[in-house]
């Protein structure tokens, strides 16, 4: 059981990854089994009910400045959705550092979707529609990568990770 809960982050990421790369969504259904799962794993490593209120307090205040950040056309929905799933397994302690990797995986990522989209896209490429999308300048960039890895990045220093593993 607890390798399946100590996975089930790290897979979500994943899926959340190749989800925004190829459709440039991010789900409703991951970001809700991403905070089922949080709920189901702090029960199961009997997380502190303080700590267990700090983790969503600050999923809260991610998701208030990610919905902020959404109103003024900033990021994403799926992605203000997702970052604050996310917070809600790393907790104030690791937020911080979750979203400085976040930015710094985002600013490589834009500009390397910027350098691609200056490349003709070739007749064997263009027929795969999310490279035909992700080559496209009115297109967004998929920041859930930057995020689920930046999520990965910080994941093995959460306090659930560390009750899961010790």
């Known amino acids: 059981m607890s390798t399946v809960a100590l996975l089930f982050f790290p897979l979500a990421m994943a899926f ?56 003024l056309r900033w990021i994403g929905g799926g992605d203000a959705k997702l970052a604050a799933a996310t917070t809600l397994w790393l907790g104030f302690g690791m937020t911080l550092p979750y979203l400085v990797y976040t930015a710094i995986l985002g600013g490589a990522l834009t500009l390397l979707v910027l350098v691609l989209r200056r490349i003709p896209l070739t007749p064997f490429i263009a027929r795969y529609r999310w490279l035909e999308r992700l080559h496209d300048s009115k297109q967004g960039v998929p920041y859930g990568i930057a995020m689920a890895a930046a999520g990965l990045l910080t994941y093995s220093n959460s306090a659930i990770f560390e009750r899961l593993a010790g």
């Open 16 to 71: 959340a990854a190749s989800s925004d790369l190829l459709t440039m969504r991010i789900s409703n259904k991951l970001v809700l089994l991403l905070v089922a799962g949080f709920f189901i794993v702090a029960l199961a490593v009997n997380l502190p009910l303080q700590l267990f209120a700090m983790h969503v307090l600050c999923a809260l205040i991610v998701l208030a400045v990610g919905f902020t950040l959404f109103a």
